[in-house]
């Protein structure tokens, strides 16, 4: 491979995606579905960031897609900016803080109900559904297993899980959690008291925890600065070895 090497996107994915509306009492919005090249699988339920279903999330739906999920990314911000897409720094990320404000937990958790009724109606779902987030949407995975009856949910750096550990003993199913080592959002003091909190609830919501050596908050996202490949490839590993019990 030399440096004059050219490189096309690959058009030949068997997974096929597309934006579908989510009927909802509090408001149609839209979300990125994107199907299993076997055309069936388990469902998951995708939480964005606080960017938006942007090309990362997409992304991200697509390979859990191809690993044989049949995956949904509902746009959570579609009262006041719907489809927005924001990049991670400036004016950008303030105006994803605005708009995370703006989003309030009853909101948030009529949406995933909503996507979550569409998930499972879709001829393509399976019988059993869990949830995954990523920062924003970490903290609502976390809110989805305790009220949302998923099977079982996946947190990545979830800001302000913290903050709502009230919710812990409504958790009836296994969660698995993803925390950087230097994550200014969430410190060391932050993540042990999620450790307690679920040590302490019925046993069968089994808590699993990974702790990434060198890592910042968003390391998975490539888009960003704080992206380390060698935490986004063992996180990714563990977070489907995990999401397989859905099968």
Do not use: K
Not at 172 to 190: K, T
Not at 217 to 236: D, K, M, Q, T, V
């Amino acid at each position: 491979m030399t440096a004059s090497d050219a490189f096309t996107p690959a058009s030949n994915s068997p997974v096929r995606t597309a934006w579908t509306r989510v009927p909802s009492a509090g408001g149609d919005f839209d979300a990125y579905l994107a199907l299993p090249p076997s055309g069936h699988g388990p469902g998951l339920l995708l939480l964005q960031e606080i960017f938006g279903v942007n090309t990362h999330i997409r992304a991200v739906a697509e390979q859990y897609a191809l690993a044989g999920f049949t995956v949904l990314a509902p746009d959570l911000f579609w009262r006041e900016a719907p489809r927005v897409e924001l990049g991670y720094v400036g004016a950008d990320r303030e105006r994803a803080l605005a708009l995370m404000r703006t989003l309030t937990r009853e909101q948030a958790v009529q949406d995933m109900a909503a996507s979550l009724a569409l998930l499972r109606a879709h001829p393509a779902y399976g019988e059993r559904v869990g949830a995954i987030g990523y920062c924003m949407g970490g903290r609502l995975a976390f809110t989805a297993a305790a009220l949302c009856g998923v099977d079982a949910a996946v947190c990545y750096y979830g800001g302000g899980i913290a903050g709502q550990l009230d919710l812990a003993d409504r958790i009836h199913c296994p969660v698995q959690f993803h925390h950087a080592e230097h994550d200014a959002s969430i410190p060391s003091e932050a993540v042990a008291s999620i450790e307690a909190a679920m040590a302490a609830v019925p046993a069968g919501a089994q808590a699993e925890f990974h702790h990434y050596a060198g890592a910042q908050h968003g390391f998975n996202c490539w888009a960003r600065s704080a992206y380390h490949p060698a935490s986004a490839a063992r996180a990714l590993g563990r977070s489907l070895d995990f999401l397989a019990q859905l099968f």
